[in-house]
């Protein structure tokens, strides 16, 4: 099986920056386009930007000039550097992985906490 775990989060005042991790591991070889979608209470989840392999990131409208995803493939790892935070970007940010295997799932992480403080 594989896994997705996310490190970074934390609390930052507006206009402040953070960059998040998600560390992949076990079936990586499964794992093709990665992304992160966020989460905000009484929300429904929705992608804040993703990446093919090889391929041109795409973002939410939301993001776009805020946020950069970069993805390590060396190191199986994912990144999404955030910057000019504002308190609506406040959610819990899931790593996602879109699974290549036939019979495997889609890979989601635990999420990790932003905080955004006015």
């Known amino acids: 099986q594989g896994q997705l775990v996310e490190s970074g989060g934390g609390s930052v005042q507006a206009g402040g920056s953070l960059r998040l991790s998600c560390a992949a591991s076990?079936?990586?070889?499964?794992?093709?386009?990665m992304g992160w979608y966020r989460q905000a209470p009484e929300k429904e989840r929705e992608l804040v930007a993703i990446i093919a392999s090889g391929g041109s990131p795409n973002y939410a409208d939301s993001v776009k000039g805020r946020f950069t995803i970069s993805r390590d493939a060396a190191k199986n790892t994912l990144y999404l550097q955030m910057n000019s935070l504002k308190p609506e970007d406040a959610a819990v940010y899931y790593c996602?992985?879109?699974?290549?295997?036939?019979?495997?799932?889609?890979?989601w992480g635990q999420g990790t906490q932003v905080t955004v403080s006015s």
């Open positions: 996602y992985s879109e699974s290549r295997c036939w019979g495997v799932d889609d890979f």
């Open positions: 076990g079936d990586t070889h499964c794992m093709s386009a």
